[in-house]
């Protein structure tokens, strides 16, 4: 089956390209016309991480002409076991940067294109205007919401992957040929609800699955190629070796791509998405200590009671003496509150201060009234009070 190719042929290619692509070429179905349609094409890759890193390397193997690259991180221990495209000396580099030459290593005749700007309502329909195709690999639901409606507004098809721990997502969003990712995710997930990469881990090597599927997607839909994943979920689960898919379908009440939108214009996506232990309207913002007021308050004759409510995995890796291990979900589900003191003052850390926030959150609603938030978290007790224990 052949779909449409989004992209027409540009230059006729060079005899070192023919040579370099020859295997394309001799593809029945791709040609000399499908690799001239991949020199002409252009994907921007949101995010230069674990699904960007795959994805960006085939990409630029397969020949795509133009590769835009959106990052402002910078790139950190962390991150290697994953992001291929970085490696040990690149730390404390932008990942654009680091990511451009990893792209010039596999192919020096691919065009980068470094954004190094923070996707938003006020940029992103600007950035995203001039490319094809997009490769979503960000790890925040305000971006991919971002990503979705510029590309609905835009009318680009949308190549996502989602990562988690042993699990992974991907699709084709594109409306008018498919559902866009509102149809099928109307909502953001409650904030806090589901952990991040930083949070909750991820299985390396699950990049390479996810990453993969989305450059072939890209690649095919930039050639006009087979059925692309339009109208269709894929879930990996790494652990049991099995992908399934799921048919998914535009729905016509969509906010964006829907018969009658209401989203027509891009909205701030971080409110969309909301803040984990944010305020609801009328309410004050949670009381907070600093890592110095903690350990202060910590060596006083009456100490506070340090709750941590991380899981025991991030506990094994760095912990604050003297902290009791009160999981988040436990305040989630009330359980908490039928250990907490009442009478004594509560302080609540978390890695860097958002769990924690919405659990002291729910500590002021269940009535408590001396309890505080630990800026920053442990993050910011290892940085700060205690450079021996070991950051994650
Ligand atoms: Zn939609």
């Known amino acids: 089956m052949r779909s449409e190719a989004i992209v027409e042929t540009g230059r006729q290619l060079t005899g070192p390209e023919v040579t370099r692509y020859a295997r394309h070429v001799l593809i029945p179905g791709v040609g000399i016309e499908g690799q001239e349609r991949l020199v002409a094409s252009k994907v921007l890759v949101v995010g230069a991480g674990g699904l960007g890193s795959p994805a960006l390397l085939y990409l630029a193997a397969a020949g795509v002409g133009t590769i835009g690259i959106v990052d402002t ?61 997009v490769v979503d690999g960000t790890d925040n639901f305000p971006t991919r919401y971002l990503v979705n409606d510029a590309c609905v507004m835009l009318g680009k098809p949308h190549v996502w992957g989602s990562i988690l721990r042993f699990d992974g997502q991907v699709s084709v969003w594109w409306a008018g040929h498919g559902p866009c990712y509102r149809c099928v995710f109307p909502q953001p997930p409650p904030p806090g609800s589901v952990p991040s990469c930083a949070e909750g881990g991820v299985f390396g090597v699950l990049c390479a699955a996810i990453g993969s ?76 200590v600093t890592v110095h007021q903690t350990a202060e308050a910590l060596a006083a004759q009456e100490p506070p ?86 950051p994650y």
């Not at 404390?92 to 996707?119: C, F, M, Q, W, Y």
């Not at 979920?233 to 939108?261: E, F, I, K, M, N």
């Not at 009160?326 to 250990?339: C, K, P, T, V």
């Not at 919405?358 to 009070?385: K, S």
């Open 73 to 133: 991180d910078v790139v950190e221990l962390t991150n290697l076991h994953r992001q291929v495209v970085h490696s040990d000396t690149d730390i404390g580099r932008p990942k654009t940067e680091s990511a451009e030459a990893a792209v010039h290593r596999v192919n020096p005749h691919v065009n980068v294109i470094r954004h190094d700007v923070r996707l938003d309502s006020g940029n992103a329909l600007d950035v995203i205007r001039d490319y094809d195709v």
């Open 213 to 288: 599927v989305q450059s072939t997607e890209a690649i095919k839909l930039l050639l006009g190629i087979g059925e692309p994943l339009t109208g269709r979920l894929l879930v990996h689960d790494a652990l049991r070796q099995t992908w399934d898919s799921l048919t998914v379908r535009a729905d016509p009440d969509c906010p964006v791509c829907g018969t009658h939108p209401t989203v027509t214009e891009l909205i701030d996506y971080v409110e969309f998405c909301g803040v984990p232990g944010a305020p609801a309207a009328g309410e004050e913002p949670v009381p907070s």
């Open 305 to 390: 009671l340090l709750v941590d409510v991380r899981g025991e995995e991030e506990r094994a890796i760095a912990a604050i003496p003297g902290a009791v291990p009160i999981h988040l979900d436990l305040f989630r589900s009330g359980a908490a509150f039928r250990e907490l003191p009442r009478d004594r003052r509560i302080l609540i850390h978390c890695k860097v201060g958002g769990r924690s926030a919405e659990a002291t959150r729910l500590a002021l609603r269940a009535g408590y009234t001396d309890v505080a938030n630990v800026e920053g978290g442990i993050i910011a007790w290892i940085e700060q009070i205690d450079p021996t224990q070991t």
